[in-house]
């Protein structure tokens, strides 16, 4: 996972609420066998209408999302984080999230960063007025930016740490190698192993 | 590990996570456990590996990781292409996984290939003591050699192959104490159905079980293994049995089972596991093993069953309200009524196999009811072995001819009809006597319906087209030959 700190891009004012991981990603898109690839099943159902916000020219290439509240309700499918990290979104900006969509957030290196409602309409009339405009999301200070107006997020402090070193469960777990090298050195040496294979002919020779 | 730790008495349980500890969590962080053998298959694992490559992350430990191809695999023509265009993209990313990270797979024709749970102690790499975990709920079932075994999710499964480790937060303990024997045509399975039944299916939630008594000391290695694997269903992390002179019997001699002085150092190790005296659990059942009679599940989840010879519960004699909506679900769903004599049921098929009910001694039991008999007209019987080994084993027996003299369909291995992931599925409305694992609703294929039952009950019901067990068969004309009993 990549270290986060500040973003820069286009963002997309996205006025609607309650926006489920079923619209995120329909069912149907979890079938396939890989972990990413997933950019054209984002809002599959909504992209089906030429005039939703994602296929004007403006926001043709977004990194921000700016939702309404209560964005990534429903089904715990980890795939609807994959489909905005694969669409190229690397921040949604929501007054509150759904649980479990803003810890598997954490987890894949999606900032979901709560912004008060009121902020948001305003970061919505801001992006409105000029669309296509770039904003500017600091980790550390927590704070949206676009042109004269500046607004501060909250998240809780493990997942902002976790971000800001680029720490996956994994590479929590490998901080500590050296541990799992010293628990391996001491393990008895008859323990099981897949290989070499054994079989009918190996055990023969021996 | 202090001095303090140790003289402690402890549980099984508790003895095989303190020997896996990596790092013990602090501040409600969880403990760092180690695995020692990482089981994979084709339909949890793909974007593991997926994120392993997106990391630039290599498999930890290649020589504690084995795959096998189980879910999607087709029981019959396994040597023409996979005709489901899912399942085939499924099992060929699986191959491309495991030749890219140095997995040992057995593939589809391969002699080890089988379901990944009677793949592993047949080749003597579950063992006493270790831990083991696999992206499948039923893994449960290696705790039967006094192994820690659990299923875990994808995002745990990427986790394992780059870390050979897991982040778990510690379970409770449950002491399930069967005692006395079982009567002749009562199984193994008909004790775990009985267990589920007693204690609901969230009853094991939080806890590790651990199955003890004189009924499980007498049960062979793949009967306490039915036990185990069935620990799921009552909602617990894991099942465990603790390791004696049949644990150690069944895997001397198996390929991946120490060697020489190394097995003399093993048994020493495993015979110190099992539960020290004085030990306490954090809750204990008894069950009477005398009074236990074959199983059976009328509903739709595997709490949900009774004697065979009672009758089809009334949900208005359910005291707890939710219980009582699911029972009449289920019931709806099942298409039965209240107060109907279990066995006036009829079955449109029979189901022998899953990682519940397929190794070798499954299918001696079952071929020993239908030896010499034909089956029920308009019953399709399908028996379906564990793994390929198990199916050379049974023919090499002639168990194959018994079957199909009595009229079943002989296939090969894989997980069948017990998930419908393949082509072996229910049609809607079809009602199934089965001896896997799960009865939700249309697991076994949309609309069908099933009753979990024994090997013993299954191949007495497929006798009769209506739900029996061995006992209803004393009655009926001795068989003209009992070819396959053991």
Redesign the interface.
């Known amino acids: 996972?990549q270290k986060f700190e500040t973003v820069t891009g286009v963002a997309v004012p996205f006025r609607r609420s309650n926006v489920d991981t079923d619209q995120i990603i329909p069912a149907v898109y979890l079938?396939?066998?890989?972990?990413?690839g997933f950019e054209d099943a984002l809002f599959a159902g909504w992209r089906q209408d030429p005039e939703f916000i994602l296929n004007q020219p403006a926001y043709a290439s977004p990194r921000i999302l700016v939702a309404g509240p209560d964005f990534g309700t429903g089904s715990s499918r980890?795939h609807a984080v994959w489909a905005l990290r694969d669409y190229g979104f690397d921040v949604v900006l929501s007054p509150r999230f759904g649980d479990i969509f803003r810890g598997n957030s954490g987890?894949q290196g999606l900032l979901a960063a709560e912004v008060a409602e009121d902020d948001i309409e305003r970061l919505w009339a801001a992006i409105e007025a000029e669309p296509g405009i770039e904003l500017t999301v600091d980790l550390v200070a927590k704070t949206v930016a676009v042109g004269a107006l500046s607004v501060g997020f909250e998240i809780d402090d493990y997942t902002k740490w976790r971000l800001l070193e680029g720490l996956?469960?994994?590479g929590l777990?490998?901080q500590?190698?050296a541990?799992?090298e010293r628990?391996?050195a001491g393990?008895?040496?008859?323990?099981?192993?897949?290989?070499p294979?054994?079989?009918?002919e190996?055990?023969e020779k021996? | 590990m202090t001095e303090n730790d140790t003289a402690r008495p402890r549980t099984l349980a508790e003895k095989v996570w303190d020997a896996h500890l990596?790092?013990k969590g602090s501040g409600g962080e969880p403990d760092?456990i180690?695995i020692?053998?990482h089981l994979v298959h084709e339909v949890t694992s793909?974007?593991a590996f997926?994120?392993l490559r997106?990391?630039g992350?290599p498999v930890r430990r290649?020589?504690?990781?084995?795959a096998t191809e189980d879910h999607n695999t087709p029981t019959l023509a396994i040597d023409r292409p996979i005709a489901d265009l899912?399942s085939r993209?499924?099992i060929e990313?699986l191959r491309t996984n495991a030749r890219e990270f140095g997995v040992?797979l057995h593939s589809l024709g391969d002699i080890?290939q089988g379901i990944v749970h009677v793949v592993g102690p047949q080749?003597?790499?579950?063992?006493p003591g270790?831990t083991v975990v696999c992206g499948d709920s039923h893994t449960s079932t290696h705790g039967a050699f006094g192994a820690m075994a659990f299923g875990i999710g994808?995002?745990e499964v990427?986790?394992v192959l780059?870390?050979?480790?897991l982040?778990l937060k510690p379970f409770k303990t449950m002491a399930i104490t069967v005692d006395g024997e079982l009567r002749p045509g009562v199984t193994a399975k008909d004790i775990i159905l009985a267990v589920i039944a007693r204690i609901g299916t969230g009853g094991g939630q939080g806890y590790v079980l651990e199955y003890r008594g004189s009924a499980i000391r007498a049960l062979s290695m793949d009967g306490r293994m039915t036990i185990c694997n069935m620990s799921i269903e009552a909602g617990a992390r894991a099942g465990m049995v603790a390791p004696d002179q049949t644990t150690f019997d069944y895997l001397h001699?198996r390929?991946?089972?120490?060697?020489g002085a190394?097995?003399d150092?093993?048994v020493e190790?495993w015979k110190t596991l099992a539960t020290d005296d004085g030990a306490t659990f954090d809750a204990e059942v008894l069950i009477d093993a005398a009074a236990l009679e074959p199983f059976v599940t009328w509903g739709t989840n595997p709490g949900q069953g009774v004697s065979l010879s009672e009758s089809v519960p009334d949900p208005s004699s359910v005291e707890d309200l939710n219980e009582r909506a699911a029972a009449e679900r289920a019931l709806e769903y099942m298409d039965l009524a209240a107060g109907t004599p279990l066995k006036d049921i009829a079955v449109d098929a029979v189901f022998m196999g899953s990682c519940t009910n397929s190794r070798i001694e499954d299918l001696r039991a079952f071929a020993s009811i239908v030896a010499g008999r034909k089956k029920a007209d308009g019953v399709r019987v399908m028996v379906v072995p564990g793994s390929a080994r198990v199916r050379l084993e049974a023919e090499a027996e002639g168990l194959d001819k018994v079957f199909t003299e009595f009229g079943a369909e002989w296939r090969f291995a894989g997980c069948s009809m017990c998930l419908g992931m393949n082509p072996d599925q229910l049609a809607p409305g079809e009602r199934c006597a089965s001896t896997s694992n799960r009865n939700f609703e249309g697991r076994q294929g949309k609309g069908g319906r099933t009753h979990l039952v024994s090997p013993l009950v299954a191949a007495a019901t497929a006798i009769r087209g209506t739900l029996s067990s061995p006992w209803d068969l004393q009655a009926e004309p001795a068989p003209m030959a009992m070819g396959g009993a053991r």
Do not use: C
Request: proline residues 7%; hydrophobic residues 30%.
């Open positions: 996972m079938k396939r066998v890989t972990k990413t980890e987890k996956d469960d994994i777990t490998l500590d190698e541990g799992i628990f391996e393990r008895e040496h008859w323990r099981p192993r897949t290989l294979v054994q079989n009918e190996t055990l021996a | 990596v790092k760092l180690y020692d053998l793909p974007q997926d994120g997106a990391a992350r290649p020589d504690l990781t084995i899912t993209t499924q990313t040992r080890e080749l003597g790499l579950t063992q270790i994808t995002s990427e986790h780059a870390t050979q480790t982040p001699g390929p991946h089972a120490p060697k190394d097995w150092d093993a190790y």
